[in-house]
């Protein structure tokens, strides 16, 4: 798949990629089952994140202030130590900071600065989490 995949990191059964290539995950990350990631433009994901069940990561839209609907394509980046809730969908073009948090079933539509807590649709600020993370996220179930 031409994927860039740190050690200890787990992918577990039914992800759905896009395409080959464009993407790569850092060490002890987690993806969890059924997630669908879009990587026709390009993720880039870093060291101890979780996405927890059935999250969509869509780098890919269509242009519908367009005469043509034209597609386009915008990267997204998750920074280390951020942690993305069941069933919550990031957006094209959105950067996750340093130990951010994505409530479940938010829709991010914008950046998430480091260490924000965001929930809702679209997905706001609703608080703070520690700066001081250290833990790793990598973990491996039994038939995953």
Known sequence: MRFEIGPRT?????AWFDT?????????????Q????????GITIGDNVSLAAETCVLTADHDVRTTDNRGRERPIKIDDYAFVGTRAMILPGVTIGRGAVVAAGAVVTRDVEPYTIVAGVPAKAIGQRPRELGYASGYR???A
Request: aromatic share 10%.
């Open 10 to 14: 787990s992918i577990f059964m039914e």
């Open 20 to 32: 080959r290539g464009n993407f790569s995950i850092g060490s002890d990350s987690v993806i969890n």
């Open 34 to 41: 059924r997630c669908r990631l879009d990587n026709r433009g």
């Open 141 to 143: 179930r039994l038939f």
